[in-house]
């Protein structure tokens, strides 16, 4: 019985007809751009999450680079965020005209670490971008009291923690601008490409939308009728829109993430019970924090004899975002040695994530259960 990280098959064939359902609804109704499907599933996102705006993007990279381009965040600017997430968070920073600034993370959560902010800021900076990583919330409370007393704007990557609440709130309600990724694999997956920033702010989100979608508003794009309406460009905008197939799939998927988020955390409950004496790392959940399990990520010593092990048995596993971004060939040139950022590091060299997926079976689970078990055990 093989253990794969995802089976988007078999939530394919879950959701088969609902999901047919809506392709054919689209097709019928040959509205393929600027058609009812994305503002209706920007209203059903933003419900849910409990924001006011919601801007389907085509994905959490562009999210991230609309985000940062209407908040005026470019040539000069500082953006502080961590050197061991995404590229994508890195990338779109610079793909805006600024500069990441890195400071190193948390070694029990693996989030930004917000004592080692306060040395980063620069007359420059202008904002924090923290990562919510594998689904663990970053320390909120206490970057954004940071960043008020500075003056800094928060941007949230919260692309890996749909569903992670911090006292109560959800990641994505603490930023001014919060980004999301709806790839495949993410908590709720599109067929392709998608993502969404969202903000309570309402000038902020006109801006955005329209960075998303050509430099125009919604409205002139939506409009109706024989005639349409004059050019009327803002600002020089992107074309990153969210587009009308997936976000009329993406309204298919939505009714069934708290059941997914669920069943990641019973999951991520027997994992913590099975390997509890284990002399490896389990995934903290901070008092008052609420996982969102993208990644169940344990560290071990033995991390890649724990990985081959596995895989004998044919359990998948990932070593997500390993070797971190200052030490990847794209960063050579800013000449960061062995040793910068060592928690990281470190973190980088141990971790190891596990099948966590809704559609995991319990007798899949049993089984990554057994062999980590066996293995650990024969390895110390
Ligand atoms: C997935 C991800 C992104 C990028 O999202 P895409 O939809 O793949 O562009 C950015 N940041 C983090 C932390 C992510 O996990």
Redesign the pocket.
Known sequence: MPVPMYDHAATYRLLEAELSSAFTRVMARGKLDWGPEVPAFEREFAAWLGVREVIGTN????A?RIALRALGIGLGDEVITVPN??I??TAAVHQVGAKAVWVDIDADTMNMAPGLVEAAITPRTKALLP?HMYGHPADMPELVRMADHYGLVVIE?A??ALGATIEGRAAGQWGQVS?F???PS?HLGAYG???AVVTNDAELAEQMRRYAGYGQARERHYHEGPTSLPLEHHVEGFNERLDELHAALLRVKLPYLNSWLEARREHARHYHRAFANLPITCPLERPGCLHAYRNYVIRSDHRDALQRGVADAGIATGTPYAPPLHQQPVYQARGYAAGSFPVSEAASATLLSLPVAPELSASQRGLVIERVQQIVAALN
């Open positions: 994905s959490g990279t562009a991230l997430s995404d994508s968070t990562v990557d692309c890996l980004c990724s709806f790839a993410k490409s998608g993502g």
